[in-house]
T-cell receptor, first 117, second 113 residues
Framework: KAGVTQTPRYLIKTRGQQVTLSCSPISGHRSVSWYQQTPGQGLQFLFEYFSETQRNKGNFPGRFSGRQFSNSRSEMNVSTLELGDSALYLC????WGSGGAVIHEQYFGPGTRLTVT | AQSVSQHNHHVILSEAASLELGCNYSYGGTVNLFWYVQYPGQHLQLLLKYFSGDPLVKGIKGFEAEFIKSKFSFNLRKPSVQWSDTAEYFCALPRGTASKLTFGTGTRLQVTL
């Protein structure tokens, strides 16, 4: 089974621009979560999508948004980029909601490293 | 509010030394816990998970962890580390059955030859 894939792997943007990151989950997984990883704040939850609906949201400003498509692929968008948005953005998928075990582990992609200059 | 704390930020060990990384949690609901590992340049991988039942959980690559409810802890252990265990280790707490994970700040383990 192919793992979680994220594109692009690296991005350099200028402050004020916007960016869209893409995530393709493991086949059959309908839950996709996004995390931001920085040296200072560690791993922080951004949001989770399930069946095209945002189910959970972390404490990030409205500049961070996402969506999920009918094939479970997900995108996240950051508008009006700030220097502090430089981070590794991780996508994770899980089989939550597909029946079976109560807790479903998350499988992480390699991440997109965003640098804002 | 749920939280996870890892007090060891950077640990340096020689090969064959024993390892114990601390993880403490704060959560009022049913507790499930994970340990993830991030090898240099690689993505996060699940090491082991605790859902319920036996508090001693065995994971991949010889790692194990013990859930001690009275101490709110889920420490990661390995009797003999290898140079290839050099990585960053994260303890994580899922919120209920949802896919929202609260991560600890991570422990960077460096194993020297």
């Amino acid at each position: 089974k192919a793992g979680v894939t994220q594109t692009p792997r690296y991005l350099i943007k200028t402050r004020g621009q916007q960016v869209t990151l893409s995530c393709s989950p493991i086949s059959g997984h309908r839950s996709v979560s996004w995390y931001q990883q920085t040296p200072g704040q560690g791993l922080q939850f951004l949001f989770e999508y399930f069946s095209e609906t945002q189910r959970n949201k972390g404490n990030f400003p409205g500049r961070f948004s996402g969506r999920q498509f009918s094939n479970s692929r997900s995108e996240m968008n950051v508008s009006t980029l700030e220097l502090g948005d430089s981070a590794l953005y991780l996508c994770a998928s899980s089989s939550w909601g597909s029946g079976g075990a109560v807790i479903h582990e998350q499988y992480f992609g390699p991440g997109t490293r965003l640098t804002v200059t | 509010a749920q939280s996870v704390s890892q007090h060891n930020h950077h640990v340096i060990l020689s090969e064959a030394a024993s390892l114990e990384l601390g993880c403490n949690y704060s959560y009022g609901g049913t507790v499930n816990l994970f340990w993830y590992v991030q090898y240099p340049g690689q993505h996060l991988q699940l090491l082991l998970k605790y859902f319920s039942g036996d508090p001693l959980v065995k994971g991949i690559k010889g790692f194990e962890a013990e859930f001690i409810k009275s101490k709110f802890s889920f420490n990661l252990r390995k009797p003999s580390v290898q140079w290839s265990d050099t990585a960053e280790y994260f303890c994580a707490l899922p919120r209920g059955t949802a896919s929202k994970l609260t991560f600890g700040t991570g422990t960077r383990l460096q194993v020297t030859l």
